[in-house]
């Protein structure tokens, strides 16, 4: 069974950074495009970015510029670099493969204090 593991999350200061990484259990799962996804309390999930089996990314408005998806198929593991947090980001993170997704993990949460 194919799955997907979320680490990296913790709590940081406003203006902080933190990396996220989501490894796969199978070494051409990667090879897929991806994407990170968040979801705050009370609220839906949303995309955060993506990226491509060509490496193309993209992003939401609400994190363009501050964050970087990224991926490195010899580990097979996907990491979202996020810099200039906000307390708007506040929020567990998850990865999940496009275009089809998968069953959702249990995320990790990333709290930002303000």
């Known amino acids: 069974q194919v799955q997907l593991v979320e680490s990296g999350g913790g709590l940081v200061q406003a203006g902080g950074s933190l990396r996220l990484s989501c490894a796969a259990s199978?070494?051409?799962?990667?090879?897929?495009?991806m994407g990170w996804y968040r979801q705050a309390p009370g609220k839906q999930r949303e995309f955060v970015a993506t990226i491509s089996s060509g490496g193309r990314t993209t992003y939401a408005v609400s994190v363009k510029g501050r964050f970087t998806i990224s991926r490195d198929n010899a580990k097979n593991t996907v990491y979202l670099q996020m810099n200039s947090l906000k307390p708007e980001d506040t929020a567990v993170y998850y990865c999940?493969?496009?275009?089809?997704?998968?069953?959702w993990g249990q995320g990790t949460q990333v709290t930002v204090s303000s």
């Open positions: 999940n493969k496009l275009p089809q997704l998968i069953g």
């Open positions: 199978r070494a051409s799962f990667t090879l897929n495009a």
